[in-house]
């Protein structure tokens, strides 16, 4: 094996994130080199990864899964299980790279287990900064790790502002599709089907962040993230619809300059930025063509629309403990719509009530955070089983 080659374990390698990242590391063999493979359920999408990537270890965290996986190799490779295996593979003293794009808060032990053994970590999970952004990011400083986000928002930010002087920077502004409800009439809301809230107009992703994007969840949640990836305070944050998703962030300075970062919408490029950083490897992504797409628009969030920019602001500016209480609620409401057991507008309704009832106290380490995660988790179910009316 070539010692030059950097050693990537990929956690969530059979989601969207992980199928993309699969895709610029076969583009670069001789840059790469794939240790560990983590997925959950998807004996067949692992199976086929296996055959592209060839890594030296393969965990699915479901205990059937890995046993099914394991009848499928036979003996030409060993299937491990269970959460502390993948902690195992981010931490491992062979690996460089972790690029961490489980889906949900279950991403967070590996990713920062990842933190702490001073790895490069490509964070595409949310739920890392939304819930524990705070000791992330301590943690990332203490054991000298690097972050580069993998969402297409936060990756352009790091580009507008690297060079710049932070202090003369005015405000950033994240820019949002709008989803595929973004001139639907609200009254009509309450009637979309998951089907309808999944099919994004530029994106390609996960069934959650999907819905997320739908609800313009994704939006607060990735505000959440930028106040801690780039250490921000709340009045410097902002976000504009560009229905387009070609300029994918903007830092505008003191001065009255703007820099927006534009690419065609496809996340193998946040994936190779974060995989290399400024050293620019190609992603495979097409030229972007401004002359045929020919009109960039933007328009303000209309917040009665979209109540989950309007909740976001409290949240910014209250005790990061609401953020762990948002996001689990959030979490658990967007599953229940997917499974036809609430209204897509009840998705807000329910994270609103939990933040309303919610009695929570600070969490400053990632135990309080559970604790407090599981009990948002609890009030959001509860209420979900107590209001069927709320469809
Ligand atoms: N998709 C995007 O364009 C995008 C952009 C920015 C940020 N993100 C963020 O990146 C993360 C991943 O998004 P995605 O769209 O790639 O999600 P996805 O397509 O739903 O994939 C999720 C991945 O997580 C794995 N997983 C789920 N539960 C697990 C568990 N208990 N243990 C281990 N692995 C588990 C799944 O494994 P199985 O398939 O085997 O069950 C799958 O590989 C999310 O936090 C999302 O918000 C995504």
């Known amino acids: 094996m070539?010692?030059?080659?950097k050693k990537v374990t990929i956690l969530g390698a059979t989601g969207s994130i992980g199928l993309s990242t699969a895709d610029v590391l076969q583009q670069h063999p001789n840059r790469f080199s794939t240790y560990a493979l983590v997925a959950h359920r998807n004996v067949q999408g692992m199976v086929k990864l296996v055959s592209c990537l060839r890594p030296e270890i393969i965990v699915m965290t479901d205990e059937q899964a890995a046993k099914d996986l394991q009848v499928v190799l036979g003996?030409?490779?060993?299937?491990?299980?269970?959460?502390?295996a993948a902690i195992d593979v981010s931490e491992a003293p062979e690996v460089d790279i972790v690029v961490?794009?489980?889906?949900?808060a279950?991403?967070?032990p590996s990713a920062l287990a990842a933190v702490k053994a001073g790895k490069q970590l490509a964070l595409a999970n949310k739920e890392c900064l939304v819930t524990a952004g705070r000791l992330f990011m301590a943690a990332a400083k203490r054991y000298s790790a690097?972050?580069?986000?993998?969402?297409?928002?936060?990756?352009a930010l790091l580009q507008c502002l690297e060079g710049h002087r932070k202090d003369r920077l005015e405000r950033i502004v994240l820019t949002a599709s709008g989803g595929p409800f973004r001139q639907r009439d609200p009254e009509t809301l309450k009637f979309v089907t998951p089907a309808e809230a999944i099919a994004h107009p530029n994106w390609d992703m996960g069934a959650k962040i999907s819905i997320d994007s739908a609800t313009m969840m994704n939006k607060a949640?990735?505000?959440i993230e930028a106040r801690w990836l780039f250490d921000l305070k709340p009045d410097k944050l902002s976000a504009i619809i560009h229905p387009q998703s070609i300029v994918h962030a903007m830092a505008e300075y003191i001065d009255g300059s703007v820099l927006a970062h534009m690419g065609v919408p496809d996340m193998r490029g946040p994936i190779a930025y974060a995989l290399s950083a400024?050293?620019?490897?190609?992603s495979g992504i097409k030229s972007l063509d401004l002359a045929s797409i020919a009109n960039l628009s933007f328009e303000a969030v209309n917040e009665d629309r979209f109540p989950a920019m309007r909740m976001i602001q409290d949240v910014l500016k209250a005790d990061d403990v609401m953020a762990v209480v948002m996001n689990a609620a959030n979490e658990v409401a967007n599953e229940a719509f997917r499974h036809g057991r609430i209204g897509f507008t009840a998705i807000v309704e329910v994270v609103e009530y939990v933040l309303q009832h919610h009695d929570a106290t600070p969490a400053n380490c990632i135990d309080a955070i559970w604790e407090q995660d599981q009990q948002a988790r609890i009030m959001a179910n509860t209420m979900i089983k107590q209001h069927r009316s709320i469809h």
Do not use: C, N, W, Y
């Open 278 to 282: 400024d050293d620019r490897l190609s």
């Open 2 to 5: 070539d010692a030059t080659l």
């Open 146 to 155: 690097t972050i580069f986000p993998v969402d297409s928002e936060h990756s």
């Open 221 to 223: 949640l990735e505000l």
């Open 75 to 84: 003996s030409t490779a060993k299937v491990h299980t269970g959460m502390q």
């Open 106 to 108: 279950i991403g967070i």
């Open 100 to 104: 961490a794009a489980m889906v949900g």
